[in-house]
């Protein structure tokens, strides 16, 4: 990037960025990581997310775009800082996906792809994360959390309340 | 953190170092890592290959296809740079035995990748995990790195004049890219959309050049097979199908999880035996044998069923992916049928239009025939869309979706009839109306 002063990465994601595309063969192979650790980073892909990254990997933004819309993972507007994500796929749904769901939904006072007024939770229903024989499963960020039942729900948000007290508003960068 | 389960009639091969601290590359080389790798190393391509071809490996990402023979198509003389490329985009709904491999035994991901780059010649492998597996990512990655302070990756591997290395990729979100050729497109940073075959990804692969690509299971296997010895590893699986696999056995059983059984294991002791059997007070109904793209099998079509491709194959079904979901008789088929394919619905690329549209069109008609609002005409229409998707994508996605739908409806359509004249299904929960 030309001028400095116009990025919206941090200097360790910048550094995480030149890393990346010295890894790879081709360097728009560095796209999808980079645009996960950004919103990893940022919380979602806002205009300037994808602007800085379309400049880094040297392709159009509407690139960087058409790319983005196809990954599941990849947002364009924020979510709770805790989001919620909830298997329902068959295993987890024999197991009792649903009534975790709305359990959740429950507690939490919102509905599917919602996000709870302090913005601390968001809560959205996801297709199959790989944990079948663990379920019900859910991931909260990046946290796999198993075998569980609606009751140990209001126990998990109290958790993560607590875990956000201590961190404070400290940003990830 | 997944429980590990245990059952006397496993047969502990690949997952022999589970549990065992073995994500350490001290303990790994410690419980006799990396010697497969020395091994190979010393031997050559051929011997690998022949080994691998001896072995009855098969692609333990739902295929089948026989791992050696995969390695044998790739050109000797390339001009450009040949790659190899692990699988772990585990997305099958009832699958996650990858998950367990990359928690305990990531090494042995690492050590199968550099035997099929040394069987094929190439220089770069590349570990791909679907993105919702950061923590595993971390593991691998770290992995990596320890294999690279050992000397075992980079310019010289274990002191040879032979380069290797490995690169860890993330996914970000995506079913569809677990099929081989939309994986190749997602590593190169694009949408990943499937491509036509042939060229096969042999010959003409990632960047163009001739690229193996395998399941995580599989490439986790291969150093095992190289230890015990081709013989010794096909001996302990059925015809035609070597050695053992992971069985994910998921739903209502008593004990579900991950067991690592010989290939051509009874199904019905599968899940009353290994996997402690049904509910208390419930009873069997049906299972879906290896992942949810698989068609569902009756109680009475398991009794003799022996897990192996073949035998899973004459009985009308698949393998798969080995993710066993165990379905009792409280459950109703039509809204396991309506979830199964509201995932294929959601995953579908939209490249090819009998996948994207079929897909949708089996999702409303399901979606309207639970609740309660279906004709009796629609069993059969579900049943021609579904046959008509069948072989006409560029991918398997189409046939994954409408395969199941068929089995439901053929095996289950006095279920579907029930479910007519308004009558409430006695089992249904879940019923989305935004849709009709």
Redesign the interface.
């Known amino acids: 990037m030309s001028n400095e002063t116009m990025t919206v990465f941090s200097p360790r994601l910048a550094a995480r960025f030149d890393a990346l595309v010295e890894k790879y063969p081709v360097k728009r192979s560095a796209l999808i990581p980079m645009l996960l650790y950004a919103q990893d980073e940022i919380g979602y892909l806002s205009d300037s997310v994808i602007a800085e990254v379309a400049d880094r990997i040297g392709i159009t933004e509407l690139e960087v775009r058409n790319v983005a819309t196809y990954y599941s993972m990849l947002r364009f507007k924020p979510v709770g800082k805790y989001n919620v994500q909830v298997c329902t796929n068959i295993s987890c749904m024999l197991s009792g996906a649903y009534e975790l769901y709305e359990r959740f939904q429950q507690e939490l006072g919102i509905g599917p792809k919602g996000v709870t007024a302090d913005g601390a939770f968001s809560l959205e229903e996801v297709e199959c994360i790989g944990a079948c024989c663990w379920g019900p499963a859910i991931q909260v960020n990046y946290d796999f959390l198993d075998e569980l039942t609606p009751e140990l729900v209001p126990g998990i948000l109290e958790s993560y309340r607590r875990k956000a007290r201590t961190e404070g508003t400290v940003s990830h960068a | 953190m ?2 590990l389960v245990s059952h006397p009639d496993e047969v502990k091969i690949v997952t022999r170092r589970f549990g065992q601290g073995a994500a350490q590359i001290d303990r790994y080389i410690e419980l006799g890592g990396y010697e497969a790798a020395k091994k190979c190393l010393e031997q050559g391509p051929d011997w690998i290959i022949n080994e691998l071809k001896a072995s009855n490996l098969r692609g333990r990402g739902g295929a089948g296809f026989p791992t050696g023979m995969k390695w044998s198509f790739v050109p000797k003389q390339s001009a450009k ?1 040949k790659y190899v490329l692990v699988n772990g985009d ?7 035995k ?2 367990l491999i990359f928690l305990h035994d990531p090494h042995a991901v690492i050590e199968g990748t550099i035997i099929a780059g040394l069987a094929i010649g190439a220089k ?1 492998g590349f570990i791909y995990l ?6 595993l990512l971390e593991i691998m990655e770290k992995a990596v790195a320890d294999a690279y302070a050992k000397g075992f990756l980079g310019k010289n591997i274990f002191g040879s004049d032979t380069e290797f290395e490995v ?1 860890t ?7 569809e890219v677990g099929e081989e050729s939309a994986l190749m497109e ?7 959309v499937p491509r036509i075959k042939p060229p096969f990804p042999a010959v003409v692969g990632l ?1 163009g050049g001739p690229t193996v690509i395998n399941n995580a299971e599989t490439i986790a296997t291969v150093p095992h097979v190289i230890e015990m010895g081709s013989a010794a590893y096909a001996a302990a699986g059925s015809a035609r199908n070597g050695g053992t696999r992971l069985f ?5 059983v008593q004990r ?3 067991y690592e059984l010989p290939m051509g294991y009874n199904l019905k002791r599968m899940i009353y035996e290994v996997a402690g059997g049904i509910r208390v007070g419930r009873s069997l109904k049906a299972v ?1 044998p290896g992942g ?1 793209s698989t068609p569902v099998l009756l109680p009475e079509e398991i009794e003799n069923l022996g897990m192996d491709f073949d035998q899973v194959g004459k009985a009308g079904s698949m393998l798969g992916s080995g ?1 066993v ?3 009792d008789d409280h ?1 109703c088929i039509v809204e ?1 049928a309506l ?2 394919i509201s ?1 294929y619905q ?2 579908s ?1 939209g490249w090819c239009i009998p996948c994207r549209e079929g897909t949708d069109w089996l999702k409303k008609s399901l979606t309207r025939f639970h609740a309660g609002f279906g004709e009796a005409k629609d069993i059969d229409n579900i049943q021609y869309l579904a046959e008509n998707m069948m072989g006409r994508t560029f991918c398997p996605l189409g046939d994954a979706a409408a395969m199941p739908t068929l089995g439901f409806v053929k095996k289950f359509r006095k279920e579907f009839e029930d479910h007519l004249n308004g009558k409430p299904c006695p089992f249904a ?2 019923v989305d109306l935004a849709v009709v």
């Open positions: 997944p429980r740079p585990e997305s099958e709904p009832g699958t996650c990858d998950h770069i679907r993105g919702e597996y950061r923590y690169i990729q993330t996914g970000a979100g995506a079913y997602s590593l190169e940073g694009k949408r990943g960047y994910c056995i998921s739903g209502h579900p999880g991950v879906v949810s993710g979901v165990v379905i459950t396991f979830r199964t995932f959601h995953e690329c929960k879940h």
